[in-house]
């Protein structure tokens, strides 16, 4: 069975760090580019980052860019996003998803989520 | 960016019932659009890929269609566990990936 579970959300102060984790199972992790998407409070879903397999190519939405870092650890079938600088306006459910070999691009498996409060 | 509106922001329906759900893009997407299902507190699960296809083990009762710029959810007899927000997301032009404001589909 696909699985992934996020971990690492919580209660952080603006303009502090905060590291999530994504761990896969259930299917060859190394294969499969990887995303992040996020949902504010009341809101939708909103794509944050993409990483590739290999970690040759890896995009973010605007609003996180120099601020968030996303990395992979396939020997640990890991995900991460390291968050710094997070401002109010990140505060969310964070999910981390599977991106689809065949058919292409999309998001097939997705975890339950963690949450991430900017507040002080 | 491509920027996709659903309509209509919250659909009241009886179980049994034909829902019918928009997604309209700002510039042609071609077939690049997906729909994913969003329960509370559960994870997005993906239902039709490349506008009108099913995903692996989605039920029959779940259709999509359309091109370019408007496209459709049918779901043809409401279950129970359908009443959920619906999202529809393009991958024509990305990054970045868009998604629509999602419609909420709740029991009448």
């Known amino acids: 069975e696909v699985q992934l579970v996020e971990s690492g959300g919580g209660l952080v102060q603006p303009g502090g760090s905060l590291r999530l984790s994504c761990a896969a199972s259930?299917?060859?992790?190394?294969?499969?580019?990887m995303i992040w998407v996020r949902q504010a409070p009341g809101k939708g879903l909103e794509w944050v980052s993409y990483i590739t397999s290999s970690r040759s190519t890896i995009y973010y939405t605007d609003s996180v860019k120099g601020r968030f870092t996303v990395s992979r650890d396939n020997a640990k079938n890991s995900l991460y996003l390291q968050m710094n600088s997070l401002r109010a306006e990140d505060t969310a459910v964070y999910y981390c998803?599977?991106?689809?070999?065949?058919?292409?691009?999309?998001?097939?498996?997705w975890g339950q989520g963690t949450l991430v409060t900017v507040s002080s | 960016e491509i920027v996709l509106t659903q309509s209509p922001a919250t659909l009241s329906l009886s179980p049994g019932e034909r829902a019918t759900l928009s997604c309209r893009a700002s510039q042609s997407v071609s077939n690049y659009l997906a729909w994913y299902q969003h329960r509370p507190g559960q994870a997005p699960r993906l239902l039709i890929y490349d506008a009108s296809n099913r995903a692996t083990g989605i039920p029959a009762r779940f259709s999509g269609n359309g091109s370019g710029t408007d496209f459709t959810l049918t779901i043809s007899s409401l279950e129970p566990e359908d009443f959920a927000v619906y999202y529809c997301?393009?991958?024509?032009?990305?990054?970045?990936?868009?998604f629509g404001q999602g419609t909420k589909l709740e029991i009448k």
């Open positions: 259930g299917f060859t992790f190394s294969y499969h580019a």
């Open positions: 997301q393009q991958r024509s032009n990305w990054p970045p990936y868009t």
């Open positions: 998803a599977r991106v689809t070999v065949t058919p292409y691009n999309w998001f097939d498996a």
